[in-house]
C-alpha cells in the first residue's frame, strides 16, 4: 500500500488589534496593540522551526504585522503573499487595504498572490453574507490544492470570522448544521489541518493558543 501524501494548511488568526487607531480611515484596518504584538512574537517562536511551502496574509495591517513577526525567526525570510480573497467579512466593498508601498514599511519582503483566486478582476467583492465568504473560502481551498499539491505546507495569517468560515468550508461542515464546531477563533490561534491523497479531509487541532502560555500564567 502507497504512503498517505498530505497537504497541511495552518491558520492562524492575527494578533490583538489596537481598535483605538484605524489607519484604514474608516475601513477598520488597525495596527497590533501593545499586547498583540507580544501576542505575535510567541506565535514566531513557536513556527520558527516550521518550513512553510507559502505564507499568505490578508492584506489587512493586522494581518500583515502578524505575519511579519510569525516568520521573523524562521532561517530563511519567506515572501508573504497577500491575499485579498482572505480579507474580513464586514470589510467596505471595495477596499483591500493600504498600499503595497505601505505595507512594505512593515515587511520587506511582501507581494500580491498573482492569481485572482475568487471574485471580479478589481476583486471588488461583496465581503458581506455568510455565503458569499463560504464562496471565497471554498474557492481558496480549490486554489491552494491546485496551486500546491501533496506534500506541501501551507500558512495563512487572516481574521477569525472569515476563518470561521474557512474552516468551515474545508472539512465541508456548514455551521447550521453544526454551529459547535470552530465557533471561536482566538487571536494567534493556531489551526492545522490537511488534504490527504486517500480523498480525506482531517482536522489536527483547532484554536491552539498554547504558545500564549507566558502572557497567561493560568492557561
Known sequence: MSEIQKLEIFYVRHAQ???????????????????????????????????????????????????????????ERPTIELLPEMIEKGTSVGYVGQSLNDLSRYYDKLTYCPDIVWGESDRCFDSLGEQAALDRCWAIHLYLRKRFGFGKRI???????IGNSFLHSG???????????????????????????????RISFVNDISHLRPLMPHY
Open 171 to 201: 472539512v465541508g461542515i456548514l455551521k447550521e448544521e453544526d454551529d459547535q464546531f470552530c465557533n471561536t477563533i482566538s487571536h494567534t490561534s493556531v489551526s492545522k489541518y490537511k488534504y490527504t491523497s486517500d480523498g480525506r479531509e
Open 155 to 161: 500558512l495563512i495569517i487572516a481574521h477569525g470570522s
Open 17 to 75: 488589534p489596537d481598535v483605538g487607531n484605524d489607519e484604514g480611515r474608516g475601513h477598520n484596518d488597525y495596527c497590533l496593540s501593545e499586547l498583540g504584538f507580544k501576542q505575535a512574537e510567541l506565535l514566531g517562536e513557536r513556527l520558527k522551526d516550521y518550513e512553510f511551502d507559502a505564507v499568505f496574509s490578508s492584506p489587512l495591517l493586522r494581518c500583515v504585522c502578524t505575519a511579519a513577526c510569525a516568520v521573523s525567526r524562521m532561517k
